[in-house]
């Protein structure tokens, strides 16, 4: 091999240079400046690549810290991710708690509409909104096609998700912690 092959990229990289090579793609990731299908499309460049070139390549654009700048921003990352979950934790505690009806009480109808069994006078809840269902013995929480949707542990839900105690539910922008009946 002549010195000019191995300075244009033509050595086939080494597995350590490999895993550093996804090491930063990962921190792209982790730090937002990459998608997720980009992401995937560049690893797939790393793993397959042929030359360094082309590891080179797949790393256009981003950092190429070492692993102590990696290591640095993996631990600010951490930090900041604790910071955001007790955040969420104490958030969680102090919402109005939403208790579940009797056993045998069949179902509740949450939303604006007079004769709701849970009336909720807020512009962003629908006028029927979403619905508690007793199933085998569980509260199954249903959105009735919400314009602003009805959340669970925050994640917006389709169709009907099993709710108990300690779950975190949200109507529009009204937000309440299930506690048992």
């Known amino acids: 091999m002549t010195p000019a092959e191995f300075h244009t990229g033509a050595v086939r990289p080494s597995d350590a240079e490999r895993d550093e090579a ?51 921003l993996r631990t600010v990352g951490r930090f900041s991710a604790f910071g955001d979950r007790l955040g969420r934790a104490w958030r969680t505690e ?29 512009p962003s809840v629908s006028r029927r909104h979403a619905e508690l269902r007793q199933e085998d013995g569980d509260w199954v929480l249903y959105d009735l096609g919400s314009t602003n949707g009805t959340h669970v542990n925050g994640r917006r839900i389709a169709g009907a998700v099993r709710v108990r105690p300690g779950d975190q539910v949200r109507f529009g922008n009204l937000e309440f912690r299930i506690a048992a009946g």
């Open 94 to 122: 102090r919402l109005p708690g939403l208790s579940l009806p009797q056993v045998g009480a069949g179902q509740l109808t949450i939303g604006r509409l007079p004769g709701s069994g849970l009336r909720l006078h807020d």
């Open 22 to 72: 996804l090491g930063v793609l990962k921190d792209g990731a982790g730090s937002g400046r990459l998608s997720h299908d980009t992401f995937l499309g560049r690893m797939e460049i790393v793993l397959r690549a042929d030359s360094r070139g082309e590891l080179d390549a797949a790393l256009a654009g981003l950092p190429a810290g070492g692993p102590v700048e990696r290591f640095v």
